[in-house]
């Protein structure tokens, strides 16, 4: 009897994709609303050119130091990146100009800080202000409660675009469990939307990862971060 073949990258990224487009329409969305971000921390540069070519067009680093060598690798690849790691107010000078978005703005001090930085830089950062959805006091994040009454300040900030939020649940045994937290993320996002404020969009959910992004597509997300289920365990 023949081995079976082995899985490769193109393969799980085909895998993936399916999926999303299973979840989507099993709720009546168009799966070309959901986009996938692939998770690449410590991921090689040739393994990424592989999932580029088996079709991602969006890659998520995790850590400055990390990111910047591949991006130079990969300047000529088809693909947009985003940054979805915590980000210390320290390094933001260094993500200035490589990311389309920013996933993971933590506080309102971060948020100035990249203000000041793109205003230096003459440029305008799009980003998303992660949520603690869970409210877990070992997490960083915007408590749902508060992040309100914070996104009237921040939409002052006239070099920084709110294109939405992100969050991660606490860890579940199941992804059905994911759910309320997937849940709740929208209805926040719907409540910032419904004060019409300048620079402030609500149009991106980031939400979902290997373990639950199926159960996320339902609930509205319109970015998943998948990094196991397209590469494997990671090994540091």
């Known amino acids: 009897m023949e081995p079976p073949a082995r899985e490769t990258i193109a393969t799980r990224v085909q895998v993936v994709l399916s999926k999303i487009r299973r979840a989507a329409e099993k709720v009546g969305r168009p799966h070309g609303s959901i986009r996938l971000v692939a998770a690449t921390k410590t991921v090689g540069v040739d393994r990424i050119l592989e999932g580029i070519e088996a079709g991602l067009s ?9 990111a910047v060598p591949k991006i130079a690798a990969l300047k000529q690849a088809p693909v ?48 998303l202000l992660e949520v603690n959805i869970g409210s877990e006091p070992t997490k960083t994040g915007f408590h749902p409660d508060n992040i309100v009454q914070l996104v009237l300040t921040m939409a002052a900030l006239s070099h920084i675009q709110i294109k939405g939020l992100m969050a991660i649940p606490p860890p579940t045994a199941d992804a059905e469990m994911a759910r309320p937290y997937f849940r709740k993320l929208r209805d926040v996002a719907t409540r910032i ?23 996320a597509v339902e609930e509205g997300a319109t970015l998943v971060r998948v990094g196991t289920a397209i590469f494997g365990a990671r090994h540091a």
């Open 80 to 127: 947009r990146w985003h940054f979805i790691g915590q980000l210390q107010r320290r390094k933001v000078r260094s993500v200035m100009g490589l990311f389309d978005l920013i996933h993971s703005v933590d506080s309102l001090e971060l948020a100035q800080e990249i203000d000041r930085r793109a205003g230096d830089a003459g440029s305008c950062q799009d980003i």
């Open 58 to 66: 969006i890659v998520g680093e995790n850590r400055v130091q990390e």
């Open 193 to 215: 939307a419904e004060m019409s404020l300048p620079s402030v969009m609500m149009d991106e959910l980031s939400m979902g990862m290997s373990s639950d992004y199926e159960v």
